[in-house]
């Protein structure tokens, strides 16, 4: 009783800092589902099975906590040398005058803001659907929070092969910013998206992206978390995937005091495909949990899961991840992988790997370690005459390079791992002062 009373006021307490958002149609009607499946269970606790690792109670807390701004003034942004759609939101608003025109042959791009006050509109079978179904058989608060507050998004519909990709931009300003924006990606069959998402977006900034990708469809997600480094964030993706589709996501964090990005994917169609990859590196007060539920539910299906995440002074990392293989999905072949490379005795990589399988015909295997770098190798680098930290940077990079390469685009990958090693370089440089 002391636990659902301690959600009920973290709840009540929220909800009085927040502004029900204006709404009229398909979207009043989503935004109440969700109030009322966020009233039923209330906020996390830190006492909850999926919270144990993580302390929500800067996420529960009526206000955002302060974040200042991270000027970076030694790189490019990321994504600069692409041809892309520019999708810009300021604190959580859209800037108009800093995007690109939303036209692009074979996908139709929509604002949230401005499309649900219509009365009917193809996002209505979307929006909070999948989020609903994925509050089972574990609770999402803060999914639901989102589908009752979101005040904006994109409403994204591909009918074809895009020619390039959409890029969201999430630009953070105010030191006390707290934004909620939802997103919904429709693919019909056959058609082709790549999605690029960058920015620390605000102070506190909570997210979801309910994808539905027919037959035969492909959808490409590559997001950047960082710069700032105080800045907290809890995000969601949800996605279904018809017969033969293919997903492939992967999330690279550098810095943040409180990350936590969330999955749940249900593989619904025989032969679909889901890839899913992180790569995280961190330094302090920085904490990073990877919360992943991926459901095989058809037959002949795939799914990789692969996280990596290098911690020090202090950093903690977190993996939850879990394979569901229902009875009806025999031929599964199902891949999970979480490690940690702790820098110093300090880190923490916490860990909970779960395998729930129903069927008997599946090839499936996890898998999760933690370790300190290799010294033989390290010695044996040093010994060809590569000083130290520039040794040690060879082999972290080596460590992550199996959750970059899960990005199919190589010109993206070889900026990543390019950022990679320009974000080890200046903390080897800090560490060396």
């Not at 959600?7 to 109030?35: I, K, N, S």
């Not at 279904?240 to 249900?266: K, P």
């Amino acid at each position: 009783m002391a636990l659902v009373k301690a959600r009920e006021d973290a709840l009540a307490a929220r909800l009085l800092a927040l502004a029900a958002p204006d709404a009229a149609g398909w979207l009043a009607t989503a935004r109440a589902g969700a109030l009322a499946r966020l009233q039923a269970m209330g906020l996390p606790a830190r006492r909850d099975e999926y919270w144990r690792y993580t302390d929500p109670a800067v996420l529960n807390a009526p206000d955002a906590p302060v974040a200042a701004r991270f000027e970076a003034r030694d790189e490019s942004a990321p994504f600069d040398g692409m041809d892309r759609l520019r999708i810009v939101f300021v604190d959580g608003v859209f800037d108009a005058d800093a995007s690109d025109d939303l036209t692009l042959a074979g996908v139709r791009i929509e604002r949230l803001a401005t499309s649900g006050t219509a009365d009917i509109h193809w996002a209505q079978s979307l929006y909070g659907v999948l989020e609903s179904n994925g509050q089972m058989p574990v609770a999402r608060p803060f999914a639901a929070l989102n589908s009752a507050f979101a005040t904006d998004g994109v409403l994204v519909h591909v009918t074809g092969k895009t020619a390039k990709p959409i890029s969201l931009i999430y630009v953070h300003e105010s030191d006390t910013s707290d934004a909620i924006l939802h997103h919904c990606i429709k693919l019909d069959p056959g058609a082709e998206l790549t999605l690029l998402e960058n920015g620390p977006a605000a102070a506190r900034f909570c997210k979801v992206m309910e994808v539905d990708v027919a037959e035969g469809a492909s959808f490409h997600h590559v997001r950047l978390q960082g710069r700032d480094h105080a800045r907290h964030a809890v995000t969601h993706l949800f996605a279904r995937l018809a017969a033969r589709a293919e997903l492939r996501s992967f999330t690279l964090t550098a810095n943040g005091r409180l990350t936590r990005n969330e999955a749940v994917i249900d593989l619904a169609g025989a032969e679909s495909r889901a890839h899913l990859a992180g790569a995280a590196v961190g330094d302090g007060d920085f904490h990073h949990d990877d919360t992943v539920f991926v459901t095989h539910a058809a037959q002949a299906c795939e799914s990789r899961q692969v996280f990596k995440k290098v911690l020090m002074n202090g950093a903690v990392g977190v993996f939850q991840g879990k394979i569901l293989v229902k009875q009806s999905a025999q031929k599964t072949d199902g891949y999970q992988i979480s490690q940690s490379l702790l820098l110093d005795e300090d880190s923490q990589f916490l860990a909970k790997p779960e395998l729930e399988i129903y069927a008997d015909d599946v090839k499936c295997s996890h898998g999760s370690t933690s370790g300190a770098i290799d010294e033989t190798a390290l010695f044996y680098l040093q010994s060809r005459g590569v000083p130290r930290a520039a040794a040690q940077g060879l082999l972290v990079l080596a460590f992550l390079a199996e959750a970059i390469q899960e990005i199919a685009d190589d010109t993206i990958a070889d900026d990543i791992r390019d950022r990679l090693e320009r974000w080890l370089n200046r903390h080897a440089a800090k560490a060396g002062k």
